[in-house]
C-alpha cells in the first residue's frame, strides 16, 4: 500500500495565483513527522516545511504553509502569491519510525509550471 | 552554494565497468544517506549511515557498495551494473536521524548504465 499519496501528476498555475498541493499518507504510528520538498531541474531536493504529528498549529515558511488535517491524513502544500521561481517538482514524505528505524517514505511528486 | 556536494554530476558507464560516487557534507552532520531517484517512481532509501556506522540497508543488490570513512564523506561504489540501476543518486545528510530532522540533499549524480 502506497505510504504516501500524491495524486496530482502535473499541476499549472497562473503566475501570482495560490496553489494547493495535495499529499495524503498512511501510518499506525502516533507519532510521524510530514514534509515537503522542492526538486527543481538543477536536481537538488530542497527543504520547504515541516509538521510534526502532534503539532497544534498548522506549519508556515514564508509563502508555505501546511494545511494539516490528521483526522483525513492529509498535508496539503498551500503557495501563496505563486512566482515562476516555483516551478518545479515538489515531494511529500512521511518520517516514522519502523522497527526502531527511521523511515522517510516520499510520494511521487506533482510537477508545477507557473504560467507568466 | 549547497552543503552537500555530489561529483561527479553525470556518470555513464557500462555494465562491466566499476565507479564510484562521491558525496560531501560541510554541514558537521552526523548521518548521511543515498537514495535512489528513478523516473515516476518515489525516491527510494538505499543506505545510511549514523556517526559512520551503517544503521540502514534498504535491500539493496550487492553491486552499490557504501563507504562511509568519516562523518563528512560517503561513497557509493558501484560494479557489473544492470541498465535498470540508470537513475538520478542523490545523497543527503541531517544532524542525525532523529523525527524532526530535516534533510538537506546534494544535486545528485545521474547514472546511466548501457
Known amino acids: 500500500a502506497q505510504k504516501i499519496t500524491q495524486t496530482q501528476p502535473g499541476m499549472f498555475v497562473q503566475e501570482k495565483e495560490a496553489v494547493t498541493l495535495d499529499c495524503t499518507y498512511d501510518t499506525s504510528d502516533p507519532s510521524y513527522g510530514l514534509f515537503w520538498y522542492k526538486q527543481p531541474s538543477s536536481g537538488e531536493m530542497i527543504f520547504l516545511i515541516y509538521?510534526?504529528?502532534?503539532?497544534?498549529q498548522n506549519a508556515t515558511e514564508g509563502r508555505y504553509s501546511l494545511n494539516f488535517q490528521k483526522a483525513r491524513k492529509s498535508a496539503n502544500l498551500v503557495i501563496s502569491a505563486s512566482q515562476l521561481g516555483d516551478s518545479a517538482m515538489y515531494f511529500c514524505?512521511?518520517?516514522?519510525?519502523?522497527?526502531?528505524?527511521?523511515?522517510?517514505?516520499f510520494g511521487t511528486g506533482t510537477r508545477l509550471t507557473i504560467i507568466p | 552554494e549547497t552543503g552537500v556536494t555530489q561529483t561527479p554530476r553525470h556518470l555513464v558507464m557500462g555494465m562491466t565497468n566499476k565507479k564510484s560516487l562521491k558525496c560531501e557534507q560541510h554541514l558537521g552532520h552526523n548521518a548521511m544517506y543515498w537514495y535512489k531517484q528513478s523516473a515516476k517512481k518515489p525516491l527510494e532509501l538505499m543506505f545510511v549511515?549514523?556517526?559512520?556506522?551503517?544503521?540502514e540497508n534498504n535491500s539493496v543488490p550487492s553491486r552499490f557498495s557504501p563507504e562511509c570513512p568519516n562523518s563528512s564523506h560517503l561513497f557509493l561504489h558501484l560494479h557489473t551494473l544492470q541498465p535498470e540501476d540508470s537513475a538520478l543518486y542523490l545523497c543527503a545528510s541531517s544532524q542525525d536521524p532523529q523525527l524532526g530532522e530535516k534533510l538537506f540533499f546534494g544535486s545528485g549524480t545521474q547514472l546511466s548504465v548501457l
Open positions: 514524505a512521511m518520517r516514522e519510525v519502523v522497527f526502531g528505524n527511521e523511515k522517510l517514505t
Open positions: 509538521q510534526g504529528s502532534y503539532d497544534q
Open positions: 549511515y549514523n556517526f559512520k556506522e551503517q544503521t
